[in-house]
């Protein structure tokens, strides 16, 4: 009974700070950010595509202004937000509810701690990339991104599954670049030197299919010998 009337008493103190933030005074705070979220998401839809352009006068971006106000969110209300956007939203709030994720897990911001990554959001994540038809890359390489914090074998097949699968080059290279920076190799591709990337992205995809089966993650940490991946001998 004392825990039920803490969370309530909990609850109603969050309720009351988010009243007073701009923007919240009406609608429920939880589906307030969830909107943010989807704006999010569309704006950097339209800025990746060149339809969204900056405007000199204004001190932030419409996706930076954003980012900036959740920064204000109660902790409670964000995170819950952010499970609810990454489990049942439409691409624009899963794209806007992954970066804001990321960005919780890489740096402290707003004076709250980096967040550890949440176990059940690499099989969530891992499943919404499995599903992607691989068409719009910024939608791919935010749901993508924060699976990096996964560092698991797993995860790099499944980063790497989805770079054979798609028909944009856009895609199979992001994907590409991720995965091989979990197992400590760095491609440092060169996009104005489109012959040299291709041949790094390509050499990487031959020294996946070999050795995908001896990849291993220690203590979080790929398996490195003399600067390359230790693959076990047989």
């Not at 307030?32 to 932030?60: A, W």
């Not at 919780?104 to 949440?118: F, G, N, S, T, Y």
């Not at 291709?198 to 990849?215: H, P, R, T, V």
Request: proline share 6%; hydrophobic share 40%; net charge positive.
């Amino acid at each position: 009974m004392k825990l039920n009337r803490a969370r309530n008493a909990l609850l109603a103190y969050l309720l009351l700070v988010m009243a007073t933030q701009p923007g919240f005074a009406q609608g429920d705070p939880v589906s307030v950010v969830r909107g943010q979220l989807r704006d999010l998401g569309k704006f950097m839809i339209q800025r990746e595509t060149g339809q969204l352009q900056r405007n000199p006068s204004q001190k932030r971006s419409p996706a930076d202004e954003i980012i900036f106000q959740l920064g204000k969110v109660p902790d409670e209300v964000l995170l819950t937000a952010l499970d609810q956007s990454l489990k049942m939203g439409n691409r624009e709030e899963r794209i806007g509810a992954a970066i804001e994720y990321s960005n919780l897990m890489q740096i402290d911001v707003w004076k709250r701690r980096k967040l550890a990554p949440i176990p059940e959001y690499k099989a969530l994540l891992i499943d919404h990339l499995e599903k992607d038809d691989l068409t719009l890359p910024s939608y791919t390489r935010y749901i993508a991104f924060p699976l990096q914090d996964y560092p698991s074998r797993e995860v790099v097949l499944a980063l790497m599954s989805a770079a054979q699968r798609t028909s944009v080059p856009q895609i199979r290279e992001t994907l590409i670049d991720y995965a091989s920076q979990m197992v400590g190799m760095y491609l440092e591709l060169d996009p104005s030197r489109p012959v040299e990337k291709e041949m790094l992205l390509s050499g990487f995809e031959a020294w996946f299919a070999k050795n995908k089966d001896k990849i291993r993650f220690v203590k979080h940490r790929p398996k490195h010998l003399a600067g390359k991946v230790a693959c076990e001998k047989k």
